[in-house]
């Protein structure tokens, strides 16, 4: 069945929403997304929020130029300072009938107050079993990222200057900008090694852990992990740093996924390491098993 969220927002891809090839970025869509997405949860909230988790993200169907994307969006529960919801995106052509399911995801905001600090809201929705499993993924996520440092090794370093644009609330670097320099860069790494067109097939569940000030920088890595026949994936660290101060913090970290275009080519295999290459290859099983399940749950 279709998922019908309670609030909905429908884009028209363009061509500078898509690569060469006409397919949107992966990036883009997480873009929109996570800006639907904030919209809902401050209507709700009553006040501003900031995406503080994001579940994983498995692209099903590809989307191209002249395609509508429909983002739905509905709760699923709130805590005293949070608010999770729901998100399901399909996408169809002007030209042809029918909807495809693109990909559905869960993302949790946090309500702030003028200063950027954490605050109570309005929404009341409890759901104490979903809560429970929402708070072990984020304690997951928190516990494995304790002790990361920055990469001793990398293929790409990028340092970014925040601008207006990358600014959401409260002089606070917008979440949704920072995905798609994420995606992007990630991009950039599995390319610049196949020499083939490639996009992004899934980003794994990701926590926030700081937010960035519009007058902080942003220090993107990203390092190839494992490539198979016809899919890679890239690890990617970010870091936010203050140049006046020189405070320097970790941000986010996340693994993204990218396919190639043409499924007849194949890849040269590649690996960093035997232990990072054993550890790919479980997150790739994984990513599989899920997009499984997200086709026959919400597949039409």
Known sequence: MRFKGDFETIYW?????ANLLGYLFGGRLMNWTVRTASIYASILAKRPVLLGYMGSFDFINPIRVGDMVSINVSPL???QHTITLKIAIYSRSPYEGGEKLTTAAEMTFVSVDDKGCVVPHEYKNPSP???REIKEKINSL??????????ESYDLRTVYGINMEDVFFFDMMSGSKLLEYIDQLAAITA???SKKPMVTASIDSTIFLHPIRSSHT?????????????SAEVEVWVFGSDPIEGERYLATHTFVSMVLVNRNENLEPYFFSEEVLEEANLRKNLRLERK????SSLST
Do not use: G, H
């Open 292 to 295: 499984n399940r997200l086709i």
């Open 142 to 151: 928190r516990d494995s990222l304790r002790n990361l440092k920055e990469p």
């Open 13 to 17: 891809v363009f061509p500078q929403d």
């Open 191 to 193: 390319i610049t090694y």
């Open 129 to 131: 079993s979903l809560e």
């Open 218 to 230: 942003v220090e993107i890595f990203t390092r190839l992990n494992a490539v198979w026949r016809t």
């Open 77 to 79: 529960f709130s805590t």
